[in-house]
């Protein structure tokens, strides 16, 4: 099967590695939100990409959910030492690929490119593209006022009320080489578990990304982030509460109801009333959860195949 898949954050990296150890590894794509990318200290910082990265090379912090596993702050100290920001906290092992990739996007490179360098020289067989070539930052609109999504995820870990989330320059954005093939010519497309509303529609908003997810001929299954009536991590129910959408699956399918065909739920959580479904265990704390969560979906989406 080759597989598909948009996401952004922990929930979808988890997602993605389910897949590749579930024996799609050869065969999987994954799209990968940079609405999340900003520039801290001179660097291009590419948090979801970066996510994905350390979660397939096995050098992710579990216990976090983000980060590298054994890293140290050196850096940091000494920035602080300096009276320089640290609210956005970059660890020394992780410097690596905010430099490296910073230093190649400054001589011309693509990010697509510097992505696929990382992959291989990590052993990483699943393909890895960003959404886009092009600039798309997320901006929330809150109590506070505007907020960059990063100044609002960390800097505020998430605190301000949310009344409106937009995507500076998604209307110009061009989809990234090879993303609109690679939905086109899917045996499935799968929605990660990702927060629908700060990592996957950055995604949607990009117009070519949108028209290859109405196009495609593949299945195009959800896996829903709402365990037990809320999310399993970071704000999304918070955000649905603040914006007046009741944190269940009615709402989520009614969010993707442009494009998806069926939506996994987790049994804890009654099913949409207005697409199929399929409802099993969909917390991922294990690497077993993770690839159960992956095979579920996939028969969700086989099952959806003439």
């Given at each position: 099967?080759?597989?598909?898949?948009?996401?952004?954050?922990?929930?979808?990296?988890?997602?993605?590695?389910?897949?590749?150890?579930?024996?799609?590894?050869?065969?999987?794509?994954?799209?990968?939100?940079?609405?999340?990318?900003?520039?801290?200290?001179?660097?291009?910082?590419?948090?979801?990409?970066?996510?994905?990265?350390?979660?397939?090379?096995?050098?992710?912090?579990?216990?976090?959910?983000?980060?590298?596993?054994?890293?140290?702050?050196?850096?940091?100290?000494?920035?602080?030492?300096?009276?320089?920001?640290?609210?956005?906290?970059?660890?020394?092992?992780?410097?690596?690929?905010?430099?490296?990739?910073?230093?190649?996007?400054?001589?011309?490179?693509?990010?697509?490119?510097?992505?696929?360098?990382?992959?291989?020289?990590?052993?990483?067989?699943?393909?890895?593209?960003?959404?886009s070539e092009d600039?798309?930052?997320?901006?929330?609109?809150?109590?506070?006022?505007?907020?960059?999504?990063?100044?609002?995820?960390?800097?505020?870990?998430?605190?301000?009320?949310?009344?409106?989330?937009?995507?500076?320059?998604?209307?110009?954005?061009?989809?990234?080489?090879?993303?609109?093939?690679?939905?086109?010519?899917?045996?499935?497309?799968?929605?990660?578990?990702?927060?629908?509303?700060?990592?996957?529609?950055?995604?949607?908003?990009?117009a070519d990304i949108?028209?290859?997810?109405?196009?495609?001929?593949?299945?195009?299954?959800?896996?829903?982030?709402?365990?037990?009536?809320?999310?399993?991590?970071?704000?999304?129910?918070?955000?649905?509460?603040?914006?007046?959408?009741?944190?269940?699956?009615?709402?989520?399918?009614?969010?993707?109801?442009?494009?998806?065909?069926?939506?996994?739920?987790?049994?804890?959580?009654?099913?949409?009333?207005?697409?199929?479904?399929?409802?099993?265990?969909?917390?991922?704390?294990?690497?077993?959860?993770?690839?159960?969560?992956?095979?579920?979906?996939m028969a969700l989406?086989?099952?959806?195949?003439?």
């Amino acid at each position: 099967m080759k597989a598909v898949v948009l996401t952004g954050g922990v929930g979808g990296a988890k997602f993605v590695l389910g897949l590749e150890r579930s024996g799609l590894a050869d065969t999987v794509t994954a799209i990968v939100n940079t609405g999340d990318d900003f520039r801290h200290l001179g660097l291009h910082v590419s948090p979801d990409i970066d996510t994905l990265l350390y979660a397939l090379s096995g050098k992710s912090n579990v216990a976090q959910g983000w980060g590298r596993e054994g890293e140290t702050w050196s850096f940091l100290s000494a920035v602080q030492e300096l009276g320089g920001p640290d609210w956005f906290r970059l660890g020394d092992g992780d410097l690596a690929l905010h430099v490296l990739r910073s230093e190649r996007l400054a001589r011309g490179e693509t990010l697509s490119a510097i992505v696929a360098d990382f992959a291989a020289a990590w052993g990483i067989p699943t393909r890895i593209l960003p959404m886009s070539e092009d600039p798309v930052r997320t901006f929330v609109d809150t109590d506070e006022g505007e907020l960059e999504f990063q100044r609002y995820f960390v800097g505020r870990q998430c605190a301000p009320k949310v009344s409106a989330i937009r995507f500076e320059g998604a209307q110009a954005a061009r989809a990234a080489p090879g993303v609109v093939d690679a939905i086109l010519s899917a045996d499935a497309v799968f929605i990660a578990p990702s927060n629908p509303y700060l990592s996957v529609d950055p995604l949607l908003a990009v117009a070519d990304i949108a028209a290859a997810l109405e196009q495609t001929r593949a299945p195009i299954v959800a896996i829903s982030p709402i365990v037990g009536g809320t999310a399993v991590k970071g704000p999304t129910a918070k955000i649905m509460a603040e914006l007046d959408i009741a944190p269940d699956n009615d709402a989520i399918a009614d969010h993707y109801a442009a494009f998806v065909d069926a939506l996994l739920v987790d049994a804890s959580d009654a099913a949409p009333a207005a697409i199929p479904a399929r409802a099993t265990h969909t917390l991922m704390k294990t690497l077993d959860d993770k690839i159960h969560v992956a095979r579920e979906a996939m028969a969700l989406a086989k099952s959806l195949i003439p």
